[in-house]
């Protein structure tokens, strides 16, 4: 299983970013993803997730109206757009699956960083 992330870097406040992570290893098309953030000093939290065949979107508090997860099942990548950005957003952004293989197990990407500051 391999959970690849790009897209971050420094954006001013008001401004945007997309956020991609590629998937492989695994039946992609099968599992909810999500995508989890954890900014300096505090716990990891949870963005958002989306359904396997991408109907159905949840949201942290914090982000709704302004994030917005999507997902590619051909091209087996998961998408995490972002409006609006708040330097409170400022954090690394991690991809995350969880997949039964004889018991469920958790995978994370590597991280991208994302900077909100003027």
């Known amino acids: 299983v391999q959970l690849v992330e790009s897209g971050g870097g420094l954006v001013q406040p008001g401004g945007s970013l997309r956020l991609s992570c590629a998937a492989s290893?695994?039946?992609?098309?099968?599992?909810?993803m999500s995508w989890y953030r954890q900014a300096p000093g505090k716990e990891r939290e949870l963005v958002a997730t989306?359904?396997?065949?991408?109907?159905?979107?949840n949201y942290a508090d914090s982000v709704k109206g302004r994030f917005t997860i999507s997902r590619d099942n051909v091209k087996q990548l998961v998408h995490l757009q972002m409006n609006s950005l708040k330097p409170e957003d400022t954090a690394a952004y991690y991809c995350?699956?969880?997949?039964?293989?004889?018991?469920?197990?958790?995978?994370w990407g590597q991280g991208t960083q994302v900077t909100v500051s003027s």
């Open positions: 995350y699956v969880s997949i039964y293989r004889v018991g469920w197990r958790e995978y």
């Open positions: 989306v359904t396997s065949a991408g109907v159905g979107v």
């Open positions: 290893g695994f039946a992609f098309g099968t599992y909810a």
